[in-house]
């Protein structure tokens, strides 16, 4: 697969902009691929490697920094650009190119790993949220105890239990709303954590229909804001007013420095 037909499998994806979609020829230590919102191009060190389905993930993943850039109107790349709402935005086009016959998931092609993931599921993830829920039975036994006989909960889960209040209010969370533990411990917390029926039942469908912590988050718990479109122009356009006024603010400094300068320069002349 060539790199315009790798561009062209993206473009099937996401409806936006055009971007660039470019082989370095070459082998990297650091990273496999990159993408350049300043110029919407995304590089992949194919060389790096070992097969098709490396390929096409590595690009994906880069083309998921596009479709956020695109979304956000941001052309810099900062530090923090796996944010949620890329994870979600990468785990979205992840699925719909296994739906489309573009990528091919090996963890559930391959027959091994696809038992490894019922274990784990099963022996693991699923018995750990049964116990956390059996336990947040008994921990909310003893909140009524402590009720009934006037004593401090939080400061029998303090010096008693030796938890953290977070971790018992989540668990009375989680004995209130009644959580699956199928879904397993970890999203088991972030369903005890809304307050909307509607929002939790949603969740909990979203969690065991296979969807992502990343992807249920940003699309139901904590819904990322649609953000118009920016243009690079006006992105630009904005990053230049800020500068001006950063020199204009500089300059004032610069003033009053160069006057208590002039100002000390007479102090000894006299």
Same mark, same amino acid.
């Given at each position: 697969?060539?790199?315009d037909q790798?561009?062209?499998?993206?473009?099937?994806?996401?409806?936006?902009?055009?971007?660039?979609? +470019?082989?370095?020829?070459?082998?990297?230590?650091?990273?496999?691929?990159?993408?350049?919102? !300043?110029?919407?191009?995304?590089?992949?060190?194919?060389?790096?490697?070992?097969?098709?389905?490396?390929?096409?993930?590595?690009?994906?993943?880069?083309?998921?920094?596009?479709?956020?850039?695109?979304?956000?109107?941001?052309?810099?790349?900062?530090?923090?650009?796996?944010?949620?709402?890329?994870?979600?935005?990468?785990?979205?086009?992840?699925?719909?190119?296994?739906?489309?016959?573009?990528?091919?998931?090996?963890?559930?092609?391959?027959?091994?790993?696809?038992?490894?993931?019922?274990?784990?599921?099963?022996?693991?993830? &699923?018995?750990?949220?049964?116990?956390?829920?059996?336990?947040?039975?008994?921990?909310?036994? !003893?909140?009524?105890?402590?009720?009934?006989?006037?004593?401090?909960?939080?400061?029998? +889960?303090?010096?008693?239990?030796?938890?953290? &209040?977070?971790t018992a209010?989540?668990?009375?969370?989680?004995?209130?709303?009644?959580?699956?533990?199928?879904?397993?411990?970890?999203?088991?917390?972030?369903?005890?954590?809304?307050?909307?029926?509607?929002?939790?039942?949603?969740?909990?469908?979203?969690?065991?229909?296979?969807?992502?912590?990343?992807?249920?988050?940003?699309?139901? +718990?904590?819904?990322?804001?649609?953000?118009?479109?920016?243009?690079?122009?006006?992105?630009?356009?904005?990053?230049?007013?800020?500068?001006?006024? !950063?020199?204009?603010?500089?300059?004032?400094?610069?003033?009053? +420095?160069?006057?208590?300068?002039?100002?000390? &320069?007479?102090?000894?002349?006299?």
């Amino acid at each position: 697969m060539n790199q315009d037909q790798l561009a062209d499998k993206l473009r099937t994806l996401a409806d936006v902009p055009p971007f660039t979609l +470019v082989f370095s020829g070459k082998k990297s230590k650091k990273v496999d691929g990159l993408y350049k919102p !300043a110029t919407q191009e995304i590089l992949i060190h194919n060389k790096n490697m070992t097969g098709e389905s490396d390929l096409i993930y590595t690009a994906i993943h880069e083309f998921a920094h596009h479709v956020v850039s695109c979304q956000s109107g941001n052309i810099t790349l900062s530090n923090r650009c796996h944010t949620a709402q890329f994870w979600a935005t990468f785990h979205q086009l992840l699925k719909r190119a296994e739906e489309t016959g573009i990528y091919n998931n090996p963890f559930k092609s391959d027959q091994t790993f696809i038992q490894l993931t019922r274990r784990i599921k099963e022996n693991f993830l &699923k018995k750990n949220g049964a116990i956390m829920k059996d336990f947040a039975k008994v921990l909310n036994e !003893a909140r009524d105890m402590c009720i009934e006989r006037h004593l401090s909960f939080e400061d029998y +889960v303090d010096r008693e239990l030796g938890m953290e &209040k977070t971790t018992a209010n989540t668990l009375l969370r989680i004995e209130k709303y009644d959580v699956t533990p199928t879904i397993g411990y970890d999203n088991m917390k972030t369903v005890a954590a809304m307050k909307d029926d509607h929002k939790r039942e949603a969740a909990v469908q979203a969690f065991m229909e296979g969807e992502s912590s990343a992807s249920v988050k940003t699309s139901i +718990v904590r819904p990322v804001a649609k953000v118009e479109k920016v243009s690079p122009v006006d992105h630009l356009e904005a990053e230049k007013l800020k500068i001006e006024k !950063a020199i204009e603010s500089l300059q004032k400094k610069l003033q009053i +420095v160069d006057k208590m300068i002039e100002n000390e &320069k007479n102090k000894i002349k006299e």
